[in-house]
């Protein structure tokens, strides 16, 4: 028993020596460009399929993998992170990696794939921490999930997460519900955006999710 609590401490211990120092802000570091709309955030590349493909739990999504028949299309139409921005700044020499066409996305296979690649094209959890509260979303900081002693079982493994929240109403301010006017019942109750990254901080995985009064 002795032994076994000892194990316990050491791997809570090694586990917050893991985390990395990112936390989440509540002042809003975006406010002063945000009233003459000239906020920009500093990218390492511009990501496309070729040269990161899109990975689910760290495996890249492609025909022989389970999950391609419910990324595929999502893939095909969105193939570059220019792609998932609005019209106007898509084709733009150096375009803003804040201005995400929301409009066009929920919690669907386009979303993952689009973030995906929008996280790739940053660069770096830091700057996507960023990218997150530009959007308003509130979230964990970047925290590790595993013991700082676990070695990855592949280069992708998910060793870090961080988590954003939004509220039913932030979500339909960007994905209106036809269904709620009519009837006035939200079907909705929350939405989440989760981002995997490796020991190495490349990123793994993105999924959303939202929680309905079903469930």
Known sequence: MRFLLFFIALTAA???????????????VWQDCRSDNSC?????????????PFRFIGRV??????????YRKAIQRYPDVRTCLTEEEKDKQ???L???DWRTFGFSSSAEVCIFRIASSLGS???FVRWLDFHNFSHSGLHA?????YEPRHEYDPFYRVTGFWTVEQFREVQPSWFAKLTGIEMMTSYSLNATFSKDLK???VSTGGGTILN
């Open 14 to 28: 090694a586990l917050v020596e893991a985390v990395h120092p990112v936390a989440a802000d509540d002042s809003d």
């Open 40 to 52: 920009t955030i500093e990218y390492d590349h511009l990501s496309d399929q070729k040269s990161e």
């Open 61 to 70: 999504v492609d025909e022989d993998h389970p999950r391609w028949g419910q």
């Open 94 to 96: 150096t375009p803003n």
């Open 98 to 100: 804040l201005v995400f």
């Open 125 to 127: 959890p830091d700057r």
């Open 145 to 149: 999930t595993r013991a700082s002693t």
């Open 203 to 205: 990123v793994s995985e």
